[in-house]
């Protein structure tokens, strides 16, 4: 599975952006699929996940009530929607997936990865 994430771009405080990572190969339904974020000089942590039929998802701390992960298994995509958008949020977002149907923040539990798209959202 290969998957390329985009959307990405500049945004003022409080706007918001709309992430796509679109994935290739016909297992990817059946795969869970994360976002992760990467700050300037700082880890890759957890955003967002979705499992493989979108029936449960997850999402860190720092998100939760204005990210929202969902997925169109048709279209072989997984979205992270962005809204009231923080400075804080200015980061380059990856997304994962999981053969194994992971729903979990490890990011060594991914199998897959994009490349990444950046999200910088100014004050």
Known sequence: VQLQASGGGWVQAGGSL???CAASGR???SYSAAWFRQAPGKERDFVAVISWS??????ADSVKGRFTV?????????YLQMNTLKPE?????YC???????TG?????YDYWGQGTLVTVSS
């Not at 994962?96 to 992971?102: I, L, N, S, T």
């Not at 923040?105 to 539990?109: A, C, E, F, T």
């Open 54 to 59: 979108g029936g449960r998802t997850y999402y």
């Open 105 to 109: 923040s490890r990011r060594d539990q």
């Open 18 to 20: 709309r992430l796509s």
């Open 70 to 78: 969902s997925r169109d298994n048709a279209k072989n995509t997984v």
């Open 96 to 102: 994962a997936a999981d053969a194994a149907g992971y």
């Open 27 to 29: 297992t990817f339904s």
């Open 89 to 93: 949020d200015t980061a380059v977002y």
